[in-house]
């Protein structure tokens, strides 16, 4: 028996067989949850079903995240199937992609700021907001994921990096507010791992090449790693454990000067 045996989550932002949201999903279904997913539009609805049924289910939800009433009617049409929600899984991050492109200060722009925002950092709070009733008493997780550009300029992540700053901030005050209610709120920040979402930042072949020269275990990570994480942090044997971000990431945000401190000498 596994140790989410009994629990049912959400998955929202799986997009492909390559995601993080996959790994994630692969490892709660293989610890006894029961899952339910969601597509952004009709082009990704065949792929989100054929990943959905090789978690054994059949709730596939459509969802665009920037539509407040698309995500009501998520909640609104999970309760016609399950009695509660014990997980939430937001696996959501846009940006404009001249937003990535060149230097953070040549790239922004105030409408580029502000979608990078709505989608990757607001939606986390839509997302709570909406599915606050179904989770109530239940000591339900919610879980989101960040990436070391949140705390560290990284190299064309740009106004990305500012979103995940928020993403975080909103992790640690839906904690707050939600844990009154028996939900804990928490984050992976995830190292470099080639997703589709990946191939849209520039040099990602470089930033990869230099984390597995330089980072502690000498590698990178997988999405079953993240996977095993996520699981976890949702688990009852994290019970105790609310508004953390945890770095599944080979140990890269430990280290300070790391090219003299990792590769050849």
């Known amino acids: 028996m596994g ?6 989550a959400l998955i929202v932002g799986v997009a492909s067989p390559r995601s993080i949201a996959w790994g ?21 609805h065949s792929r989100v079903a054929k990943i959905a049924d090789e978690c054994e289910s ?3 939800l459509p969802c665009d995240v920037a539509h407040d009433r698309q ?3 998520v909640f609104e049409q999970l309760g016609t199937r399950w009695d509660g929600l014990d997980i ?7 940006a404009p992609r001249d937003q990535l492109d060149g230097t953070y200060i040549d790239a922004v722009t105030r409408e580029g700021f502000q979608i990078a925002h709505d989608i990757s950092s607001y939606s986390l709070a839509a997302l709570a907001k909406s599915g606050r009733e179904l ?3 239940r000591n339900g997780a919610i879980l989101t994921l960040s990436y070391l550009g949140s705390v560290r300029a990284m190299p064309s992540y740009n106004v990305m990096g500012l979103a995940k700053a928020s993403l975080e901030a909103n992790v640690r005050y839906l904690a707050q507010s939600l844990g009154p209610e028996g939900i804990r709120v928490n984050a992976v920040s995830a190292g470099p791992i080639k997703t589709l979402a990946a191939a849209g930042i520039a040099q990602f072949r470089k930033m990869l090449d230099h984390v597995e020269r330089t980072a502690p275990l000498r590698r990178s990570i997988t ?5 095993n994480v996520s699981a976890f942090l949702c688990s009852d044997l994290a019970s105790g454990i609310t508004g953390e971000i945890t770095y599944v990431d080979a140990g890269y945000s430990i280290l300070g000067m790391a090219e003299l401190m990792g590769g050849d000498e």
Not at 3 to 8: T, W
Not at 88 to 94: P, T, Y
Not at 223 to 227: A, D, F, K, L, M
Request: charged share 25%; no cysteine.
């Open 71 to 73: 995500i009501d009617s």
């Open 223 to 227: 999405t079953e790693e993240v996977g």
């Open 24 to 44: 994630i999903a692969k490892a709660m279904h293989a610890q006894g949850a029961e899952l339910a997913f969601t597509y952004q539009n009709e082009k990704l």
């Open 3 to 8: 140790f989410l045996q009994g629990k049912r």
């Open 88 to 94: 939430l899984v937001h696996s959501v991050g846009f």
């Open 58 to 60: 059949d709730i596939v």
């Open 135 to 137: 989770m109530r008493g």
